[in-house]
């Protein structure tokens, strides 16, 4: 029986087909549904990978070679996370939305502090069941240090900003460096003040200094166990603050991205079943 010659899928007929340009040189819009083709395209993917990236194509080509075998799992997801921008790249190229992919990383790159702010202060303190459990004054002086404290970490109100959320991280994270700084710089551990981390402790301190007077109170120049003093208060602040914000189903921040954590999935058991004789499960 004759062998049947490699099917092909017909390419669809767009109305303008010479618009349809790919940016690799040699290749057509319709090679893409011609598997002898594509089979060239991915050559030339390869070629292009092992030159520009030596040691991301060497670890992903060793799992591809090996299929995994004998691999851990983490050594498995390593060598395709080391693959993967490498295909996007070629891809944006391929089908020149360059400048889309760049506009889009740049806009997923601007909510970084946002998934910083999540993973280093609110996981850790706000979303806590004890959240403010440090903080020893009311929810209103709460406010009025966070605020008056965030304020001067960036220069603006968060308010005042068209994303809340955003410039709240931002401020939050600006003090959370101050105060990450001083404690390990308290335990020996490499970190070490500079003149940077204590002008942006001196800005919280003429901030809230109305606030928290005894506080406040330092030496000229403040101290670094001063500035650590001051910034730990302003956190705690921040925390309680944000923490009854969060409990507060009228208020925005209720719904930020933020202060949500993605529930634990069994996938054994995404489906809820009800037995109603034990005896026959």
């Not at 030596?54 to 995994?68: C, E, N």
């Not at 968060?158 to 001083?182: C, G, Q, S, Y």
């Not at 003149?195 to 109305?210: F, Y």
């Not at 606030?211 to 309680?240: G, I, M, Q, R, W």
Request: aromatic letters at 8%; hydrophobic letters at 45%.
């Amino acid at each position: 029986m004759a062998e049947s010659p490699p099917r092909t899928v017909p390419p669809p007929p767009p109305s303008d087909r010479a618009a349809l340009k790919l940016g690799v040189e040699g290749f057509t819009y319709a090679d893409l549904f011609v598997p002898a083709r594509l089979r060239d395209l991915h050559g030339d993917f390869d070629r292009w990978f092992a030159k520009s990236a030596p040691a991301d194509y060497a670890r992903f080509d060793a799992y591809r070679a090996s299929r995994g075998e004998g691999m851990t799992n983490v050594a498995k997801s390593e060598a395709l996370l080391a693959a993967a921008p490498h295909v996007g790249a070629y891809l944006a190229r391929l089908f020149g939305v360059g400048a889309q992919a760049d506009a889009l990383r740049e806009s997923i790159l601007a909510d970084d502090p946002i998934w910083r702010f999540k993973k280093e202060f609110a996981k850790k303190r706000v979303l806590k069941a004890d959240a403010g459990k440090a903080w020893v004054g009311t929810r209103e002086l709460a406010e009025k240090v966070a605020r008056a404290a965030m304020e001067a970490a960036i220069g603006i109100s968060p308010k005042a900003t068209t994303d809340e959320e955003l410039a709240t991280a931002r401020a939050v994270l600006a003090i959370f460096d101050v105060d990450d700084v001083a404690r390990k710089a308290a335990k020996a551990g490499g970190a070490e003040w500079n003149d940077e981390l204590r002008a942006r402790a001196s800005k919280v301190r003429a901030a809230i200094a109305a606030f928290a007077p005894e506080v406040c109170a330092a030496s000229s120049p403040p101290t670094d166990a001063e500035n650590a003093k001051v910034v730990a208060y302003a956190l705690d602040a921040c925390e309680a603050w944000l923490a009854a914000r969060r409990a507060d189903h009228h208020d925005v921040a209720h719904k930020w991205w933020s202060f949500h954590m993605p529930k634990t999935l069994d996938f054994a058991h995404l489906v809820e079943m009800k037995r109603p004789d034990p005896a026959h499960p």
